[in-house]
């Protein structure tokens, strides 16, 4: 991407930044705009905040992409309402939301700035080794266990997002299992067979709390063994938090796929389960279904992957499809769990 791109490059970026930036404060310019890596459905730009009589102040600014509607997972200025939401909430750290622009969608984007939160974000799953050691990477574990609590623990009504719509476990297995519908028959598998067997045995619902949707070690921006902040809320909803656990614990499970660090050096399953338990004050209960429906789900997700994947030439990932869909489904089979009684969830 050049400097010519008109309003959705570099340069008309950094113009509509700083119109933005001094309705906040009349003597600020937006500069040095550069793109980072990461995000499926926006653009992350770095981006220099200069203001007279202070210090240079790096920021980073999402931008919905150009030529298309900013909904769903492109509603950047969604994002930016429930990181705005969180500020000072107990025990969940966000980035500063500084200013935002509604644009003139779709030719001309919206986009948000927040502060640049220094650290790193770095997935287990990934990653290479040596980029944080494993005792790091395991208080960092235990840590993103407790914030996620506090996450969950937000009260809605006191961050203005009660009225925000919930969605509901039905919801979220069609959702995926309509992925499996637009793949090649190799990578559906049996997918769909899955997807019924989820909503046969939905469990009963949970009150409604913030779902981050993609909450994992690489979506935290941290320091050391300290989280500084909750970034990607793309995919936020209002809904059933045993969804939120039971993705980070599939993250950090050492049976989903090899990974970089040493295995024994990170927190099992069972004791970052504890970890959220002890600081959420209530358990959890059955997660077996949860397990199941994020196996299923990542499934989806990854053959949506190997899909794009392959009109470049590459393979993709089948194995870990297969692996995945084998997996939830020898969760769902487990004794008793196709008893279980299905509701309106």
């Not at 935002?100 to 790193?120: H, I």
């Not at 690489?218 to 995919?235: F, H, K, M, P, Q």
């Not at 338990?277 to 196996?295: K, P």
Request: charge should be negative.
């Amino acid at each position: 991407m050049t400097d010519d791109d008109g309003d959705a490059g570099p340069a008309g970026l950094a113009e509509r930044a700083s119109v933005a930036a001094k309705r906040v404060a009349p003597t600020t310019v937006v500069e040095s705009i550069r793109i980072l890596p990461g995000g499926h459905s926006s653009l992350t730009y770095s981006a220099v905040l200069r203001r007279v009589g202070e210090d240079d102040r790096r920021i980073v600014l999402k931008v919905a992409p150009a030529g298309v509607a900013p909904t769903g997972n492109r509603d950047v200025l969604r994002q930016a309402r429930v990181i705005r939401a969180l500020a000072g909430a107990p025990g969940v750290n966000v980035p500063e939301i500084l200013f935002e622009s509604e644009g003139e969608p779709p030719e001309v984007p919206p986009f948000f700035a927040m502060t640049y939160v220094e650290g790193d974000s770095t997935e287990p799953l990934v990653e290479s080794a040596g980029v944080v050691s494993g005792e790091t990477l395991a208080a960092r574990a235990l840590a993103a266990a407790r914030m996620l609590a506090a996450l969950h623990a937000v009260d809605l009504g006191r961050v203005g997002l009660d009225r925000e719509p919930h969605t509901g476990l039905r919801a979220e297995v069609e959702r995926w299992g309509r992925s499996f519908e637009t793949v090649e028959d190799d990578l559906r598998l049996d997918g769909p067979v899955i997807a019924s067997q989820l909503l046969e045995t939905v469990p009963r619902p949970a009150p409604a709390v913030l779902v981050h949707g993609d909450y994992r070690l690489g979506n935290l921006r941290c320091e050391g063994s300290t989280i500084r902040a909750v970034l990607d809320w793309e995919i936020w909803s209002v809904g059933d938090g045993r969804i939120d656990l039971a993705w980070f614990l599939l993250m950090l499970d050492a049976g989903y796929v090899q990974r970089s660090v040493e295995v024994g050096a990170l927190p099992t399953v069972q004791s970052l389960r504890r970890e959220y338990e002890s600081t959420g004050g209530r358990t959890v209960g059955d997660l077996g279904w949860f397990h199941a429906f994020v196996r299923f789900k990542q499934a989806a997700a990854t053959a949506l992957i190997t899909k794009r994947a392959r009109r470049h030439g590459s393979e993709g990932f089948p194995d870990t499809i297969a692996n995945l869909l084998a997996d939830a489904r020898s969760r769902l089979e487990e004794p008793g769990r196709r008893q279980t009684r299905p509701s309106g969830a």
